[in-house]
């Protein structure tokens, strides 16, 4: 089992410039997560996937964010254009109804620590 | 208010000592409890679900108290290895799969 895989691990980019954040998924978990943490906030949920369709996306902070997940195997997080208070660690988890959630919770990725200059 | 509340800490504990954290939810419709575990610049692991009837895992013991909407995590002989921040997580309600962290407290063993 590769777990949760993230990328990239670290991005520093520009204000106003794209910023793509990828995740794959461990093989036939049907929800998808993507958490943002800071220290000020800690973890927010800003958007979960079922079966690859948006279940739930009131965490998006505004437009400038989008979230897709075209197949089971992976997931993207875009910001457009990028903010300096965009700066974050960005987390993937997944789960899976069958296993239950009471009992397993969510495997995260690693991360993707986005710096916004 | 928050939905899921934890003292921040840091608890500063020498190796050996018992140490217990608390936690408190709003969410009344909340059915999935949990402690994870995240260690510095590292993603958050889980490090036990918590069942009504309280659970054990080694040195570590959670409890839930449904009516004050009160969880706690106690750990026995603390190592050095135990230092790390410990969140309390919430489901946001009945089935949902919204997980609601709180902002941890953090656990400093020293030797």
């Known amino acids: 089992d590769a777990g949760v895989i993230q990328s990239p691990r670290h991005e520093v980019t520009e204000m106003g410039q794209e910023v793509t954040l990828r995740c794959k998924p461990i093989s036939g978990h049907d929800y998808l997560f993507w958490y943002r943490q800071t220290m000020m906030r800690g973890l927010e949920l800003l958007i979960y996937?079922?079966?690859?369709?948006?279940?739930?996306d009131s965490g998006m902070p505004e437009d400038r964010f989008s979230a897709k997940m075209p197949n089971a195997s992976f997931s993207t997080l875009k910001i457009q254009p990028s903010e300096p208070r965009d700066s974050a660690v960005y987390f993937c988890a997944s789960s899976n109804r069958d296993r239950g959630l009471a009992n397993y919770g969510y495997t995260f990725g690693s991360g993707t620590r986005l710096t916004v200059v | 208010r928050k939905e899921v509340e934890q003292d921040p800490g840091p608890f500063n504990v020498p190796e050996g000592a018992t140490v217990a954290f608390n936690c408190t939810y709003s969410n009344s419709a909340s059915q999935s409890f949990f402690w994870y575990r995240q260690d510095c610049r590292k993603e958050p692991k889980l490090l036990m679900s918590v069942y009504s009837s309280g659970n054990e895992d080694g040195r570590f013991t959670a409890q839930l108290n449904r009516a004050s909407q009160y969880i706690s995590l106690l750990i026995r002989d603390s190592k050095l290895s135990d230092s790390a921040t410990y969140l309390c997580?919430?489901?946001?309600?009945?089935?949902?799969?919204?997980?609601?962290f709180g902002s941890g407290t953090r656990l400093l063993v020293r030797p």
């Open positions: 997580v919430v489901n946001r309600g009945d089935s949902s799969y919204k997980l609601i």
């Open positions: 996937f079922n079966n690859n369709v948006p279940i739930d």
